[in-house]
């Protein structure tokens, strides 16, 4: 015969507890309130275990910025931990300087860029060009260097042409006599040796278009890179004659200089 063990009744400041809430596990009660005082009134567990990696996900979302961005809270969330009136937030020149180093971190950027990210956060500008003069000293900033890395990059990683790139660093506040040095590193022969390259990986997808079809979509592959019209039409006219193109048809859309 199995004995019945009757649990104890509970009381406390509230008044007794029913020993039939209590029954399943004693320690229920005790384990809840545990876990409350743990989570602060976070994500609620479920079974008494904590709360999962989505549920801390979604209360961290309410008070996390975005910190991946140009312009996001550069200040690391200082001003949220600590007093309201922090250095970072009466030192323009100390809140400039985050910025830019948060900023610069793995990415390579122009004075300009910085300038513009530096008043779009109300730096004021004694502040911020008293920051740029300081980091350019530093050879943080260095616009020649970037200029020539940029160039090289992106010749050979999208086989854009001088006139692509010297338009892409406009973009980027880069002065004119910057670029005129950095894509003079790109001669005309390379150019011409880029584009061939260019045309021959294009070649295989056009096959079995009409000629003008086909002529138009490798020039204009070109010309989107930045390549002069010239220098576009014999580059894909020799592309065409090696392949072993109608002479009569390419004289037609191709005519020779």
Known sequence: MTRRTNWPVHEDSGGPTSSRAEVGSPRTTRTS????????????????????????????????????????????????????????????????RAICLRLLTGTPRTRRQLADALRKREIPDEAAEEVLSRFEEAGLIDDVAFADAWVESRHHSRGLARRALARELRTKGVEAQVIEGAVGQLDAEQEEETARALVEAKLRSTRGLESEKRIRRLAGMLARRGYGEGLALHVVRRALEEEGDDAEILDRYLPED
Request: hydrophobic content about 20%; cysteine-free.
């Open 33 to 96: 309130r545990a876990a409350r005082g743990r989570t602060g009134g976070g994500p609620r567990a479920r079974d008494g275990a904590p709360p999962d990696d989505e549920e801390r996900e979604s209360a961290d979302a309410t008070g996390e910025a975005d910190g991946d961005t140009d312009d996001g809270d550069e200040d690391g969330g200082a001003a949220r931990a600590g007093s309201p009136h922090t250095e970072l937030d009466t030192d323009p020149a100390e809140r400039a």
